[in-house]
């Protein structure tokens, strides 16, 4: 085989690979453009949070509020992260009321 062959059989692998993905980029637009008008006809739901007489769902997995004395949150999440691993148990499984820091020459 040629140099020139070579060269022509090059070329015209790269042009088949970039025919295919034009040809892929226009299926992808007119599957859009398709799918666009479908969403559009539909009527928008009103969202939960623009009501103002709904209270605020807590996170799926959550248990609650949870109250933080003398405690920043960054310390307070690694410390429920500790307990869950030593309890060897999913944090969304635990309920924490409630973080304090207990001081060295506080007594409770």
């Given at each position: 085989?040629?140099?020139?062959?070579?060269?022509?059989?090059s070329l015209?692998?790269?042009?088949?690979?970039?025919?295919?993905?034009l040809?892929?980029?226009?299926?992808?637009?007119?599957?859009?453009?398709?799918g666009g008008?479908?969403?559009?006809?539909?009527?928008?739901?009103?969202?939960?949070?623009?009501?103002?007489?709904?209270?605020?769902v807590?996170?799926?997995?959550?248990?609650?509020?949870?109250?933080?004395?003398?405690?920043d949150?960054?310390?307070?999440?690694?410390?429920?992260?500790?307990?869950?691993?030593?309890?060897?148990?999913?944090?969304?499984?635990?309920r924490?009321?409630?973080?304090?820091e207990?001081?060295?020459?506080e007594?409770?």
């Amino acid at each position: 085989m040629s140099f020139s062959d070579a060269l022509l059989y090059s070329l015209t692998g790269i042009l088949v690979v970039f025919f295919a993905l034009l040809l892929l980029l226009c299926i992808i637009k007119i599957m859009i453009a398709l799918g666009g008008r479908r969403e559009k006809t539909a009527a928008p739901a009103a969202p939960e949070a623009a009501l103002p007489s709904a209270a605020p769902v807590p996170a799926p997995g959550t248990a609650g509020e949870l109250k933080l004395y003398d405690t920043d949150p960054r310390t307070a999440a690694m410390l429920m992260a500790i307990v869950a691993e030593e309890l060897q148990l999913p944090l969304n499984e635990l309920r924490f009321l409630s973080i304090r820091e207990i001081k060295e020459n506080e007594q409770a």
